[in-house]
């Protein structure tokens, strides 16, 4: 009976050693020196996580691994992804945040002034992404600017986060816009600013830019636009890589404001809030023409005989 009961005794204390010896290694700081990312890829789960940590160095006892997210009962609820481990994070740091689903979020930027078809490359090319495009992604209904994503999204999701952005912007630009403007819907607020953004890259003309082409809508005068004549050139597939000619101004496209009055029938490209902002909101000026300063911006002037002085101050500056 004696020898039971130093046995169960000696027993005990085995299991006190093991459990609190299986509680350090559960909440020590993990020999993390830097921040690294662990990927735990999807379909996989306990075993998957045990063996990083023991290839990595960070814990090396992978079946003490699986008895500990036994014990917590979290196996079903490790999710797959990347995760940032930190310097004095424990392995019940590592589990929580596994289950959190907190992954690692990388980022795509969409510059503005792009065409949807530039926009689209950029996506396409993002080798974190998986997945196709979704068909038909019109032109201007992708809202330029940084998106998050975690390794394997969707391509067709960053489109989706883009085109909601872009409706969002315009809706709410088109609802508090100036009364007065020659527009007469959303969709020509979004068409004359994808033309103020590739007229002008300067916050600070924006407004005024847009003050020319109101005041040219209003007179029924054609807008003539150059960036309009590219698009019709390259039919928004990319840049023309040359310079525009003048017989360029008589390719007959719809897109050619050098030809046909008014706006052109679509985007020209994805334009920023900024010129959004820009074409419902408009300076009130009495300019109707504006040509490049060769200094980055823009001269501005009301008279066709202005207008030709301009030019040729520009042209001087370019020699």
């Known amino acids: 009976m004696k020898k039971i009961f130093i046995f169960a005794f000696v027993f005990f204390l085995f299991l006190l050693s093991a ?18 990312v662990m990927e735990l890829p999807q379909g996989s789960g306990t075993r998957a996580l045990a063996a990083y940590l023991e290839e990595s160095g960070l814990f090396e006892h992978p079946l003490l691994v699986r008895l500990i997210v036994r014990y917590y009962g979290v196996g079903a609820q490790l999710k797959a ?29 969409l510059p503005e002034g792009k065409t949807t078809a530039q926009l689209l490359e950029i996506i396409v090319a993002e080798p974190l992404l998986t997945g196709e495009l979704p068909d038909d992604i019109k032109e201007g209904s992708l809202m330029p600017e940084t998106y998050t994503f975690h390794k394997g999204a969707k391509r067709s999701e960053i489109v989706k986060h883009a085109q909601n952005a872009m409706k969002k912007a315009l809706k709410r630009v088109w ?14 607020l979004l068409i004359l600013a994808s033309i103020i953004e590739k007229e002008t890259a300067l916050a600070q003309e924006r407004a005024k830019v847009a003050s020319v082409f109101v005041n040219r809508l209003n007179k029924g005068m054609l807008l003539q636009t150059d960036p309009t004549v590219i698009y019709a050139l390259t039919q928004g597939k990319g840049n023309l890589e040359r310079s525009l000619k003048h017989q360029d101004l008589s390719v007959d496209s719809p897109f050619n404001t050098y030809k046909y009055v008014g706006l052109p029938p679509a985007p020209i490209c ?30 501005f002037s009301t008279s066709l005989k202005e207008h030709n002085k301009n030019i040729k101050y520009w042209l001087q500056k370019k020699r």
């Open 81 to 109: 992804g990347e995760y940032e481990l930190k310097p004095g994070m424990s392995f019940k740091d590592v589990l929580d945040l596994l289950v959190s689903g907190k992954v690692v979020l990388h980022k795509i930027r």
């Open 19 to 36: 459990l609190a010896w299986a509680s350090w290694q559960t909440h020590r700081p993990l020999p993390l020196m830097r921040t690294e």
């Open 175 to 188: 609802k508090y816009r100036d009364s007065n403007l020659p527009l007469k819907d959303k969709q020509e």
């Open 270 to 299: 994805n334009p920023s809030l900024a010129s959004l902002e820009a074409a419902a909101h408009p300076e009130n000026t009495p300019y109707l023409y504006f040509v490049a300063n060769g200094e980055g911006g823009h001269n």
